[in-house]
């Protein structure tokens, strides 16, 4: 009879057992990631109810591989451009409430008598989330359509970043027992240059491959060149000092920007469903009924500080950032544990030898009881809001709702900042690529030449030929690049010294460059008297030509970053409106809905949910501000503005299971959710919304209205406008920036 590996018995057997323990928890309506850690503890080693696996290295491996797809799947649902956008709010959250979970921990630590190393780490165990539970969980919970949502995945992924960092950090630390400045802060410079050179080169290269390949593609090829390319940078991410979760991370996010990113999301979710349910199910098999026992005490204030302390510092520093009370609130209950990376942290102190080896089964205790709160957490935050906002002063949770509308205003007002930070980016994404240029030849392409047997002047002298002509559009666009807006910018603003510092500090950047490039294959003094010709060369010979060179290599990038052919499909679109609860969620209305034909006048939707239907997508047409004659029709994109409690209550009469959100609405090319500041030169003052005819100027809606502190979503149209009202529209972009 044939041998059955270990590893297809060990599967069996803990899927088998957790396909009957999720379906009892689905029967009790309870988050299936609970039953699979209740499935790894029964079919785990320290357990005797069921007979135990024979191995846990292929139980593992199954479980990196779930690690892989889940962070994976989770790119392909938040893009580069979705990150871009929450990104300062996200990283104020973020880096406070790290630096707040390390305190904390340390502290905790010393006062139950725990040694520095152990407190220390501790602190870092305590300080990463899980962004596994917390994606499941939100799976599981259906509140992907939640306003809060978008902060609190932008907190996880930084927070990820951050843990990349942290352990760099916390290895210095034990192996030379002493802060090592310079090498955090080279981690954090080789972080920031890799994110960026993957970023780029992916967006330049994918979108462009799976356009032309796009007739010769079936699913189970675009399958395969997906998770192919996600494997590909997992070991190239591994080979440059990251994890392999950040590697997968980075790929589905390149990939959600190319004309395949939905069907790939499609083919890619049984992978995902599958392998990270043996990930959570090998961390049930963790638990370690001894330790939970002579511990409990330590783990039950272990959980208590995790739940309370996150909870406390991801709110605290999400109001900081400008998000609302409600929204800081959930963010931070939805957040309170602890996860995958704790056990990577935990691992390096004991493989470092530096902690004592209690450690590892603290972290995973307090990671399960952590994870089976997360949950009841989320679930309950609602509830947490409305009976803070009854106990606490009236004029505590005004000042706090004020200052975010404070804090969103500040921020819609920043013209010139954007243009200068854009400009700033432009220049900074130029030397990366410089960069990693010069990287690639000569860490790839000499030491080819070299193995060839070429003499060694001459592979160098080939070297730098190569990489000079490879860089010298982008030491152009460095030096001397130009965007028209931010010139229009310096105009106004006059030639004032600190812009002659600003341009020739650029020219400093781009010869230091060359510099140092060119320093690496020959003497010193050959390599100022090259530097001296490629300075001549890039800014007075060539340029012209340089320059078309760099336009084609930017418009082609601009291009595959904003297309939006790949819209075709269902994408997912939420733009917040103002400081408040209500934002934008699309649904699919399915071919079976009883209302499918029913005038819009006749449903009154806006009485019964309080919503508005801001557009409707029927195929390659679009229905702007439909009107009440216009009715939904099977497969019908419907995007709707209202709050969470709203959009619930309309997700349940459309008997849609295919809600959908997360990503601005801005990503649909011509419609969006844009302000206009009424002034005293505006037509618009002392007239009605219909006076105004601001729905047929923008072929949209108003959906909200700011005056003096005060909110009105979903006006009426008689309503009278007066100078300064901030004017929320949901219409034609170009066609609303026209008002001003």
């Known amino acids: 009879m044939q041998h059955l590996p270990t590893a297809i018995t060990d ?41 135990s696996i024979s191995g846990s290295e292929g139980v593992q491996l199954w479980a990196d591989i779930g690690v892989i797809f889940l962070l994976f799947a989770l790119g392909l649902e938040f893009s580069f451009k979705k990150l871009l956008r929450v990104g300062g709010a996200s990283s104020v959250a973020a880096l406070f409430e790290v630096s707040c979970m390390i305190l904390f921990g340390f502290t905790t630590g010393h006062l139950l008598g725990w040694n520095f190393m152990d407190s220390l780490f501790l602190g870092g165990i305590l300080s990463i989330s899980s962004t596994s539970i917390v994606v499941r969980t939100l799976d599981e919970l259906g509140f992907k359509n939640r306003r809060f949502v978008g902060v609190l995945l932008g907190i996880l992924v930084i927070e990820d970043l951050v843990a990349v960092l942290l352990l760099v950090l916390l290895t210095t630390v034990a192996v030379t027992r002493d802060f090592a400045g310079m090498e955090m802060l080279f981690s954090s410079l080789k972080l920031a240059f890799f994110l960026c050179l993957w970023f780029v080169t992916g967006i330049f290269l994918l979108p462009t ?21 996600c494997l590909l940078m997992v070991v190239f991410a591994n080979k440059v000092g990251f994890s392999s979760a950040l590697g997968a991370f980075i790929t589905g996010s390149v990939l959600a920007e190319t004309i395949e990113g939905e069907r790939i999301h499609h083919l890619i979710t049984p992978l995902k469903n599958l392998f990270s349910a043996v990930f959570f199910i090998s961390v ?37 950032s400008g998000q609302t009370f409600k929204s800081s609130l959930q963010t931070g209950m939805s957040i309170a544990q602890i996860g995958e990376f704790s056990f990577i942290i935990a691992t390096v ?33 609602g509830a947490v809001y409305r009976f803070l906002e009854k106990i606490l002063p009236e004029r505590f949770v005004v000042a706090l709702d004020r200052y975010s509308m404070i804090s969103f205003s500040l921020a819609s007002n920043k013209e010139w900042r954007e243009q200068v930070r854009a400009y700033v980016l432009k220049i900074f994404l130029n030397s990366v690529i410089i960069i990693g240029v010069f990287l690639l030849m000569a860490r790839v392409f000499l030491p080819f030449l070299l193995e060839r ?128 609860d209500a934002h934008l969620t699309e649904f699919v209305v399915p071919a079976e809905a009883p209302y499918v034909g029913t005038e819009l006048q006749h449903l009154k939707i806006r009485e019964h949910f309080g919503i508005t239907v801001a557009l409707i997508e029927r195929g390659k047409r679009r229905i702007a501000a439909p009107r009440g004659d216009d009715s939904f029709m099977p497969a019908d994109k419907v995007f709707v503005i209202g709050t969470d409690e709203q959009l619930m209550k309309f997700k349940t009469f459309i008997e849609s299971e295919e809600v959908i959100s997360g990503l601005s609405l801005e990503e649909t090319p011509d419609y969006s959710l844009e302000q206009y500041l009424v002034t005293a030169d505006s037509d618009c003052v002392d007239k009605t919304i219909r006076e ?49």
């Open 11 to 51: 599967l069996a057997l803990i899927l088998a057992t957790a396909g009957f323990v999720t379906l009892l928890f689905k029967k009790l309506n309870q988050p299936i990631v609970l039953g699979y850690l209740v499935a790894g503890f029964i079919v785990g080693p320290k357990t005797t109810m069921l007979p």
């Open 209 to 229: 491959f799976l356009k032309r390949s796009q007739k010769i593609l079936n699913e189970e090829t675009i399958l395969v060149v997906a998770v192919g390319l």
């Open 284 to 320: 049930g098999m963790l638990i370690d009924p001894a330790v939970l026992t002579e511990h409990w005490r330590v783990v039950l204030i272990l959980s208590a500080v995790v739940i309370f302390g996150k909870t406390i510092a991801v709110t605290v520093g999400s109001i900081l």
């Open 349 to 381: 102190g004991l493989s470092l030898k530096v902690v004592s080896a209690q450690l590892y089964p603290l972290a995973v205790a307090v990671c399960v009881v952590t994870a089976f709160t997360t949950p009841y957490m989320m679930k309950s935050s």
């Open 453 to 580: 047997q070429m003499d060694e002047r001459s592979a160098k002298f080939l070297t730098l030929s190569v990489t000079l002509i490879g860089t010298a559009p982008f030491l152009w666009a460095l030096a001397f690049g130009r965007t028209r807006h931010f010139d229009a910018m310096m105009e106004t603003d006059g030639k004032n010294t600190h812009n002659y510092v600003f341009m020739v500090s650029r020219v400093m950047v781009a010869v230091g460059l060359i510099g140092a490039m060119v320093a690496q294959f020959v003497p010193i003094w050959w390599a100022v008297g090259i530097t001296v010709w490629m300075v001549v060369v890039v800014g007075y010979v060539f340029a012209t030509k340089l320059r078309e060179i760099y336009s084609w290599f930017e418009s082609r990038f601009l291009s595959n970053l904003e297309d939006e052919s790949h819209k075709v499909h269902a994408k997912k679109h939420s733009h917040t409106l103002a400081p408040w």
């Open 692 to 740: 105004c005819g601001l729905r047929e100027k923008t072929h949209g809606l108003v959906v909200g209205l700011e005056r003096d502190g005060q909110r009105i979503l979903n006006p009426d149209s008689l309503e009278v406008l007066q100078v300064g009202d901030l004017l929320w529209i949901v219409g034609d972009r170009d066609s609303i920036l026209e008002l001003a």
